[in-house]
């Protein structure tokens, strides 16, 4: 059997690689070590994205494809030490404000209610204590009726329901009878009813110029006898139906007299104050007083936050500006504007049948009012608790899956509360820091330094 060349050179090159096959499975444990010193592995970019997918998906070696310089990843007792808080970035709205003092001050003519001496007399007893919370009808003090003017109209008054009665009587005996002579007389006595009704009318108007109330003075006719005291008691609220949702309490601002003090009519016994609804009286300067008239005219809402303190607690939302000041301050260049705070009780307590109410605010407390100025939709905003700067660089920290990255971030408006970063895709609809963002930035320092264990604070 003959081949042909092209068959001879075939068989030649397969004798050849089984040759080599051959020889390299005998001589593997020369040539394998040395072999593997010139292979290099491939690894992923940093920033590949389909590692974040799997990392947030919980698939893979956590660290795998990350700088290790800007991924942290903290313990529970870490996250509760720096005070570690969480939340989804969703594009939101922000306003771009000023703010400007304020102070929370009582509505003039509304807030206080002075209880006066509705007669002349001496004060017997006091109900309530200073600071005790009552509602109206509650009594506060009883009076013993002095005044000499008061007892004699007292006096002529019931000598007048007496004769009255006498004449009612003898009309009524007269009426029974048909003589003639006895019908003359009826005639008379139903004339001196007529005057003696007249009489008791005119008394009993002077009685309540003197101050009594027609239940007093029906309290007279009913027992015959004169009024010797009375009980003062705290008054009705003003009836305000814009101000019906509110839970409207007196409390005892003030106690002016003392148990056994003569008092006049019309003296002072009393201030009560009902701080359902207060004032936040703003103090703005002339550069503001167009922002201001034209918040007042669109009736933009504003908001309020403590001067001092946490700014979360405390904070007042959605008011509006109820009226500007017509004048300026001569001497700060300054002028006035005011705001309807509804306020509500944040503490209520009883103790020996007194009780006692703390309001959320009180005349006098420092606020800010932030003015908005200018409005911008659709923006990424983060309490700056929540971003970090580092000479000209400015991060935050993404969270994926149990570890936090670190990430540069353009900031295009920075306030103290609040920062708008600008949107690059990268963060809208993930998990960032919102609060703890220095103290982690810190520990990446730290482990970039060497100064601690790379892999303090987290497990692999």
């Known amino acids: 059997m003959r081949f042909s060349k092209l068959q001879i050179r075939w068989l030649s090159i397969i004798g050849a690689v089984l040759l080599a096959s051959i020889l390299s499975l005998v ?45 942290l990843e903290l313990s529970k007792k870490a996250s509760q030490n720096i005070g570690l808080q969480t939340a989804k970035v969703e594009l939101q709205p922000f306003e771009r404000t000023i703010a400007v003092p304020a102070m929370v001050v009582e509505r003039p ?49 019931l000598r007048s329901v007496l004769e009255l009665d006498v ?73 305000d139906e814009q101000h019906q949702e509110f839970e409207h309490v007196y409390h005892v601002h003030k106690i002016s007299v003392s148990r056994g003090q003569h008092v006049s009519a019309g003296a002072t016994l009393a201030v009560l104050a009902d701080h359902c609804e207060l004032y936040l009286e703003g103090n703005a300067f002339e550069q503001d007083a167009e922002r201001l008239t034209q918040a007042a005219k669109e009736g933009w809402d504003m908001k309020a936050v403590p001067a001092a303190g946490n700014p979360s607690n405390g904070q007042a939302q959605q008011l509006k500006v109820l009226y500007l000041a017509d004048r300026v301050e001569p001497n700060s260049r300054a002028f006035h504007f005011y705001m309807s705070l509804p306020n509500k009780i944040a503490r209520d307590t009883t103790s020996d049948d007194h009780r006692f109410i703390g309001w959320k605010y009180r005349p006098g407390q420092r606020m800010q ?12 905003v983060l309490p700056v608790d929540g971003v970090v700067q580092e000479g000209a660089e400015t991060y935050v920290f993404k969270q994926i899956g149990n570890q936090f990255h670190r990430v540069a971030v353009h900031v295009q408006y920075r306030d103290k509360d609040w920062v708008v970063i600008e949107d690059d895709g990268l963060l809208v609809g993930r998990m960032v820091a919102v609060a703890g963002a220095y103290q982690m930035q810190l520990a990446l320092k730290n482990k970039a330094g060497g100064g601690i264990d790379p892999h303090a604070g987290h497990t692999h």
């Not at 444990?29 to 290099?40: C, E, G, M, N």
């Not at 009594?139 to 006096?155: F, G, I, N, S, W």
């Not at 409005?375 to 990424?380: A, H, Y």
């Open 369 to 380: 009012v932030l003015i908005p100025i200018e409005r911008w939709e659709d923006q990424v």
């Open 27 to 71: 001589l593997r444990d020369r040539w394998l070590p040395v072999a593997k010193q010139w292979i290099t592995p491939i690894q992923k970019p940093a920033d590949d994205p389909s590692e974040d997918d799997q990392s947030e998906s919980g698939h893979g070696h956590p660290h795998a494809g990350h700088d290790e310089t800007t991924t």
């Open 167 to 239: 004449v009612t009587s003898e009309v009524q005996r007269l009426s029974t009878l048909t003589d003639v002579i006895e019908g003359k007389r009826l005639l008379e006595k139903k004339y001196q009813k007529k005057i003696a009704e007249g009489t008791l009318h005119a008394q009993r108007q002077g009685l309540l110029l003197h101050g009594l109330s027609e239940q007093q003075i029906e309290q007279i006719i009913k027992t015959r006898k004169l009024l010797q005291g009375m009980t003062v008691v705290a008054p009705p609220f003003v009836k």
């Open 109 to 157: 003519g509304r807030s206080r209610v002075e209880v006066t001496a509705p007669l002349t007399g001496v004060v017997t007893r006091i109900f309530p204590i200073e600071a005790e919370a009552i509602q109206p009808g509650q009594p506060l003090y009883e009076l013993r009726l002095t005044h000499e003017d008061l007892v004699t109209a007292q006096r002529d008054f």
